[in-house]
């Protein structure tokens, strides 16, 4: 599983952050989303987070490729 994001779509809302730190953080001036780690992806056991996170951004602004 790859998980991407877009920045130029994300509004900033933090869903992503609060369900997932590991996986994502927030930019400190623009609050924008930025991929904590990008390889090898997420964690088996985190795989249906993921996918739930994908779910409730409000920006359409994750993606998940397998
Ligand atoms: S949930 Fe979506 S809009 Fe909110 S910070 Fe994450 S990527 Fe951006």
Not at 9 to 18: E, F, P
Not at 31 to 37: A, N
Not at 47 to 61: F, G, N, T
Request: charged share 30%; with cysteine; hydrophobic share 40%.
């Amino acid at each position: 599983m790859k998980v991407s994001a877009d920045q130029a779509a994300c509004i900033g809302a933090g869903l992503c952050v609060l369900r997932l730190p590991e996986m994502f953080d927030q930019h400190d001036d623009t609050g924008v989303v930025v991929l904590r780690q990008t390889e090898p992806g997420p964690a088996p056991e985190d795989e249906k987070a993921v996918l739930e996170v994908v779910e409730l951004c409000p920006a359409r602004a994750l993606r998940v490729d397998r």
